[in-house]
């Protein structure tokens, strides 16, 4: 298989990434891969390969706007470019890890695997959290309910879930 | 005027003679304003004037006070570096910036670093667990009064991607003397290396290893605990505190003329040096804190020692002496500070 970027080389590099349920996938070489930033190991033994990350990783991930149309490329909470974060490494806000999390996640992948927090949650966000987590256990009793043809259990989850989606 | 000493805190653990200080640091950004590096001079002032107005009421015993670091107190901001309460980076930004200090509890709240609020808990010995549940009476201060940045998976937002999710850098100071001379000390940073934790100099990041001291600290934040990040590190710590102190084992009864010329020609140079520079300084205490620590020198309060790495630097000797000192006179500062502890009783 040829890299879908540079379409010359054999794609040596996998990506998947999903975003509300949206998966894309990207095959690329080596070199493009380091180019978009996404092979930390190449790209640190072989900097001059480093390109325009955001370009080439927007263009490919379908982020980048029409010609004359830059919306997407620019986060619109902080006014930060896909440009800026590459450089520094930094995100510009808190809305950035929304804008931005098809570009950041094979990143925040690659340093900490493929995880989610677990630690300390903020006062103001723990019901909100608890609520979700308590929606998601529902749910999964909801479709083991219906796997079991057991209907009338299956009403009573539907209606607890409603019940909490009325508390949210 | 020097700052005030952190309070002398009663031992806690075994490994006082191999770590030398333990440091908690959480990252934290408000929900509603762009990071540090977004703001304008107005929202840095905002953000500070906040977090301050939250430590004013709570004064019991803790004495919280905010420095406002500008261009005209730099050294202050040295000798806060070298006290370890606030870093390097922080010490030198040009936005509106300030930290809110308890010396007596070892607590620094750093307003306007990388990210809006970096709480620093910092003691002496291997106290990871007593420094966290400090950090979080802090965090829980903040947290009460102002909105932080979260998400659901990806936890504490902060600037910096790698920071992500807990937030939180434990870190310990160790001094790793044998580990340094036998050079085993190179498989150790790469062992530690592969468990997803790091080994950096005295100051940090990109510091440079001075006297065989030694920095350990957690790399991953993100889909571990704040108490399995701890665990981890206490574990790493305990093991190459064992590692350091069979190698020091052997080399005191396979070489122990060595060792202990070694130790009491650091002991002489020390005690009677009229001029010491930084470099000698802090090769010749981290022989005095081996042989202090090994019970071949007079018996000594690590704790004293531990003053004296900070006490020996440049901004402290300045800070002291009250005024700029050159090359000179800052070695000669140097050696009288060092002198002083030493016949101290």
Same mark, same amino acid.
């Given at each position: 298989m040829l890299c879908q970027h540079c379409g010359q080389h054999e794609a040596t590099r996998f990506y998947r990434t999903t975003v509300n349920g949206k998966t894309q996938e990207l095959s690329l070489c080596q070199t493009c891969a380091a180019a978009a930033g996404l092979d930390v190991e190449f790209a640190q033994k072989?900097?001059?390969?480093?390109?325009d990350m955001p370009a080439i990783l927007s263009d490919m991930m379908g982020l980048r706007a029409p010609a004359g149309r830059q919306t997407h490329h620019v986060c619109p909470s902080c006014g930060i470019n896909l440009q800026d974060i590459s450089r520094t490494g930094k995100a510009g806000c808190a809305s950035c890890y929304t804008h931005f999390q098809a570009v950041l996640l094979p990143y925040i992948r690659k340093m900490h695997g493929n995880a989610v927090h677990t630690g300390r949650v903020p006062s103001g966000q723990r019901a909100e959290l608890r609520r979700r987590s308590e929606r998601t256990r529902l749910e999964a009793q909801l479709q083991e309910a219906i796997g079991a043809q057991a209907f009338e259990r299956a009403a009573e989850l539907r209606d607890e879930i409603k019940q909490l989606e009325k508390e949210g | 005027m020097a700052l005030d000493r952190q309070r002398d805190e009663p031992r806690r653990n075994t490994c006082d003679d191999i770590a030398v200080s333990t440091r908690i640091r959480l990252a934290r950004n408000l929900a509603d304003h762009p990071f540090p590096d977004r703001m304008s001079d107005e929202q840095a002032e905002e953000i500070l004037e906040k977090v301050s107005g939250l430590f004013?009421?709570?004064? /019991?015993? /803790?004495?919280f006070h905010t420095v406002r670091l500008t261009r005209e107190n730099r050294l202050k901001a040295r000798v806060l570096v070298e006290n370890h309460l606030i870093s390097p980076e922080f010490a030198g930004s040009d936005r509106p910036h300030g930290v809110i200090l308890s010396e007596a509890r070892g607590i620094s709240v750093m307003v306007g670093e990388e990210d809006h609020i970096r709480i620093q808990t910092i003691g002496p010995g291997l106290c990871l667990e007593e420094r966290m549940q400090e950090a979080q009476r802090v965090d829980e201060i903040i947290d009460g009064g102002l909105l932080y940045a979260f998400d659901g998976d990806f936890g504490y937002l902060t600037s910096c991607p790698t920071n992500l999710g807990t937030a939180l850098r434990a870190s310990v100071m160790l001094h790793l003397p044998a580990l340094t001379e036998s050079g085993a000390i190179r498989e150790i940073v790469t062992a530690v290396g592969k468990m997803g934790l790091a080994v950096r100099g005295l100051y940090g990041e990109g510091s440079q290893v001075q006297g065989a001291l030694y920095q350990v600290s957690n790399q991953t934040t993100l889909g571990l605990t704040e108490s399995e990040i701890i665990d981890r590190v206490t574990a790493v710590v305990e093991r190459i505190v064992e590692q350091e102190r069979a190698l020091r084992t052997r080399f005191k009864t396979q070489r122990p003329a060595r060792f202990q010329d070694r130790v009491w020609r650091a002991w002489g140079l020390l005690s009677h040096a009229r001029l010491l520079s930084g470099e000698d300084a802090m090769r010749l205490l981290s022989d005095l804190r081996w042989g202090v620590a090994e019970g071949e020198l007079p018996p000594m309060p690590m704790t004293r020692l531990n003053d004296l790495l900070r006490d020996i630097q440049p901004g402290v000797l300045a800070n002291a002496a009250g005024r700029a000192l050159d090359a000179g006179a800052r070695d000669a500062a140097r050696a009288g500070a060092v002198r002083a502890a030493l016949t101290a009783t």
């Open positions: 072989f900097p001059a390969f480093l390109g | 004013q009421p709570l004064d /019991a015993g /803790a004495r």
